[in-house]
């Protein structure tokens, strides 16, 4: 037995049981999560691994910058087009290439399409059955079932106890049936699940409806990108061409499309409004009392921003998504952030698989190295290809450690929103103050699993307003005669200067992106991604401080540990996506579906 | 008469040898025959849940896969209607791919669900080999695939029209001829994973094995939502 006080104030206990749980994630796999349980069941400890490495960034070299973008949005399908997004901002920095306004508009609309729909299928599709438990819901009674529909959102129409006894039917045909589908794998029988079945069929019957309505938003990203998963960007705008008239121009876009795109932003909206926030704040109110996953949520918090408002300004003041930093739990300071500085933003390897020339010193992208170094600690269990337990004092996850001025961070709806509101951002500040309002909690209650659940609901609400914003200013640029929507004057490499280097940065669904690349004579010399879940999930450091999933772990009672749906719950608060941050070692992908309580 | 919707599906990942079987033989329609307006010929790839609304418009849906379900190596078989789920998603081999059993689960939680199914599957010969094509007995089921599809068809009065010289409707990128001819060769490409991982002094390969006393709880959520 060993304690350990971290630099950033947790006390890790290596004593009590080890439970671990591999895989975590329930769409992009290849996570795995230790911890060490005490005899109240109460997490001590507390490793979080990514168990592939990405490489990406090695496949980029020496290719051409302007195609960079195809390659790097393959990094995942689900937050698709969001690196994409990055990787051309980053170019245009090293080669400052504007763009026209239009073009800015279409991007940021794709981007809060994107927030929206990935916000939306986490919250039903990837993290509601951690809190719902859908066989509950065959007890539910129909009638009771519509009050409290008709109670927490007055304004929808599909509230009636026929609609929910219909539902109920299909639900109870399909289990006894004998499958369960997409609600298989579930602990149902678990104390941790806490609705009454009324609220269970409330919310699976939104879980349909939800899985319905997400492929109508992302019509808004097909018509602009021609397509998704991975749609289509260009260095310099987008490679969409407008025509209001819509003819002689084949694929352009045209008044019809403007038109569709505008009714799927009417519905995201009323889709959020009347469905989202309600489900959210009714499902919170019977979990009030849980309170566990802050984790740096309270202390070390960051964001890049986003969505500027004029185009080809990426200063903080322009951007209508939050940048800044807070630490030390102080936040009445919000600090400013650069990603070109060399002492703010560095990434560590001590505890990763990789090797620096010098491992305990952290580098700027810019600098960054990616060099696969897979080496074991001496007190790891098992065999090399089948570990059983990790040794987190020795290297432990493909995910590197980036910190910002030293300290582990947390990125994603939840940093966004904290740091809004220490900054007083009106239409955050508003929002939160609602849902504290209604839920009669402290602020302190945002510093929470449920508080990013609840962030993530937040953000996904002003995305769907600021669809609308800019789909407004994209028309009225349009009928003023503007159609302009690339800028290809610098598009030859020979206008190009031979040797520079550019950044990017976006606010991904789950966090602050960037991407960092140096273009020599006309290819790609380096390129570093540093990503949402790289911040997140990252291992501890070379001081010995714990990252965000790690630390949101910490002084959780779980249940049962044979059904860890606490650990579960925190983990996927986060909305982890794992294939960013890390390929697959195993060499015949055996899935490892088992946790070993020890 | 109002014409029924028909959608022939093809699923699976080219780039795991058999498991592209039913891509491979979408890709075949597509080259051979041109259909009425009312019949779509689609590959489903991996996509998962992004089928679910194809599916839900089909009134007749057919499926072609690779159907690991212990039959002997390339033989062909039609399953209908409701058997059709329990001879599904047997493998998974896309990380995020949604078994399609979870595909038909969700059309019919959402209450649209095709009058008829059929699911010609030919049981896979290798699935573990990556960048590789269909095995030759695999290969040679493709026409007989067609074939019972085309019968199929032709009991509900469609009947598509041949196309004398064969044409490329699919991606040309995803031919498979140019996806066999281009594949490196096995000195070139290191086919179990990353060399400078994998080949790493300190590394041995073995199977990975159950963990001694493990329980066993199913907390595996990859391809179920």
């Known amino acids: 037995m060993t304690a350990i006080i971290t630099p950033n104030g947790y006390n890790l206990d290596t004593g009590g049981r080890r439970i671990v749980v591999d895989p975590v ?18 997490i001590r400890n507390a490793v979080s691994s990514g168990t592939m490495w990405r490489g990406l960034e090695v496949i980029l070299k020496g290719r051409d910058p302007r195609d960079a973008w195809a390659f790097v949005q393959r990094i995942c399908g689900v937050c698709t087009g969001t690196h994409a997004l990055t990787s051309v901002r980053a170019v245009e920095d090293a080669l400052k290439i504007s763009i026209p306004e239009n073009a800015n508009s279409i991007r940021n609309i794709m981007q809060l399409t994107l927030q929206v729909q990935d916000h939306l299928v986490h919250f039903y599709h990837l993290h509601a059955l951690d809190w719902v438990n859908p066989v509950n819901a065959l007890k539910a009674d129909s009638q009771a079932t519509s009050e409290l529909q008709q109670k927490i959102s007055p304004h929808n129409p599909k509230s009636s106890a026929g609609y929910f006894r219909d539902v109920q039917t299909r639900i109870r045909k399909f289990v006894e049936s004998g499958q369960l589908g997409p609600f298989k794998n579930g602990y149902w029988t678990n104390p941790a699940y806490l609705l009454p079945p009324e609220a269970d069929l409330m919310a699976v019957t939104h879980y349909l409806e939800a899985l319905d309505f997400q492929k109508d938003i992302m019509k808004i990203r097909t018509i602009f990108g021609g397509k998704d998963p991975h749609p289509n960007w260009l260095v310099g705008g987008v490679p969409c061409a407008i025509n209001v008239d819509g003819v002689g121009a084949v694929g352009a876009i045209n008044m019809e499309r403007l038109n569709l795109i505008s009714s799927l932003i009417d519905q995201s909206i009323t889709f959020i409004d009347q469905v989202y926030i309600p489900d959210l704040l009714a ?28 185009a080809n300004d990426y200063s903080a003041s322009n951007l209508l998504m939050p940048r800044g930093a807070i630490i030390n739990g102080d936040l009445s300071k919000v600090h400013e952030v650069d990603l070109r500085d060399p002492e703010q933003i560095q990434e560590f390897v001590p505890h990763s698989w990789y090797a620096y020339p010098d491992d305990l010193k952290g580098l700027h992208p810019w600098d960054g190295i990616t060099e696969p170094h897979f080496k074991l600690g001496n007190k790891t269990k098992g065999t090399k290809t089948n570990i059983q337990e990790l040794d987190e004092n020795a290297k432990y996850s493909w995910i590197k450690a980036p910190r910002w001025r030293g300290h582990a961070m947390e990125v994603g709806p939840l940093a966004r ?47 769907a307003g600021k669809m609308r914003y800019f789909m407004d200013k994209l028309v009225t640029n349009i009928k003023a005669g503007d159609l302009a929507t690339a800028n290809v004057t610098k598009w030859q490499t020979d206008t190009w200067d031979s040797h520079v280097k550019g950044v990017g940065f976006t606010e991904a669904p789950r966090g602050a992106l960037g991407h960092w690349l140096v273009i020599k004579d006309a290819k790609i010399e380096n390129y570093q991604c ?56 195993s060499p015949d992908g055996t899935e490892l579906t088992q946790v070993k309580v020890r | 008469m109002i014409k029924p919707n028909v959608l022939l599906l093809g699923i699976g990942n080219l780039l795991w040898a058999d498991e592209g079987f039913g891509v491979r033989v979408v890709e075949q329609l597509l080259k051979s025959y041109v259909f009425p307006e009312n019949v779509t010929v689609m590959d489903g790839g991996t996509q998962g849940i992004y089928l679910v609304e194809h599916v839900q418009q ?61 699911l010609i599957g030919v049981q896979p010969v290798e699935l573990e080999d990556f960048g590789g094509s269909l095995r030759p007995v695999v290969k040679a089921q493709i026409k007989p695939a067609m074939t019972l599809a085309l019968n199929y068809l032709q009991t509900f009065g469609i009947e598509p029209l041949e196309i004398a010289d064969m044409v490329t409707l699919a991606d040309p990128m995803l031919d498979i001829a140019r996806y066999e001819n281009e594949r490196p060769s096995e000195t070139v490409a290191c086919r179990l994973g990353d060399e400078r991982v994998i080949f790493a002094p300190d590394i041995k390969i073995t199977p990975p094995q159950t963990l001694d006393g493990a329980v066993a709880v199913p907390v595996d959520f990859r391809g179920k939502y």
């Not at chain 1, 609602?434 to 002003?462: H, I, N």
């Not at chain 1, 879940?533 to 630390?551: H, K, L, M, Q, V």
């Not at chain 2, 789920?85 to 493998?91: V, W």
């Open chain 1, 25 to 42: 994630t329930r769409i992009e796999g290849h996570m795995r999560c230790e911890v060490n349980i005490d005899e109240n069941n109460i």
């Open chain 2, 58 to 118: 089909a009134d007749i849906l057919i499926v072609f896969d690779a159907i690991d379900f212990g039959f002997p190596a390339g033989s062909l078989h039609q399953i209908h209607d409701d058997d059709v789920p329990n001879f599904l998603g047997a493998k998974k081999m896309s990380l995020h791919q949604t078994g399609f059993q979870e595909v038909l689960a969700m059309a019919q939680l959402l209450g649209e669900y095709p009058k008829q199914l059929l």
């Open chain 1, 283 to 310: 499902i919170a109110g019977f979990y009030k009392g849980w309170l566990y996953g802050g984790g740096l949520s309270g202390t070390s918090l960051l964001s890049y921003g986003d969505i500027p408002d004029k």
């Open chain 1, 417 to 463: 929103y904290v740091i809004g509101y220490a900054q007083g951002n009106k239409e955050i500040t508003e929002q939160i103050n609602f849902v504290l309002k209604t839920l009669d909690v402290p602020v302190t209650a945002l510093f929470s699993t449920l508080g990013r659940t609840a962030a993530r609901g937040l953000e996904a609400q002003w995305a």
């Open chain 1, 530 to 585: 540093v990503v949402p879940t790289t911040w997140n999930g990252s291992p501890r450091d070379e001081a010995g401080n714990i990252g965000a999933f790690e630390a949101a772990l910490m002084n959780t009672k779980v249940e049962r540990p044979e059904e860890p749906v606490e650990i579960l719950r925190t983990l996927h608060s986060f909305d982890p996506c794992l294939a960013c941050s890390t390929h697959v070692i």
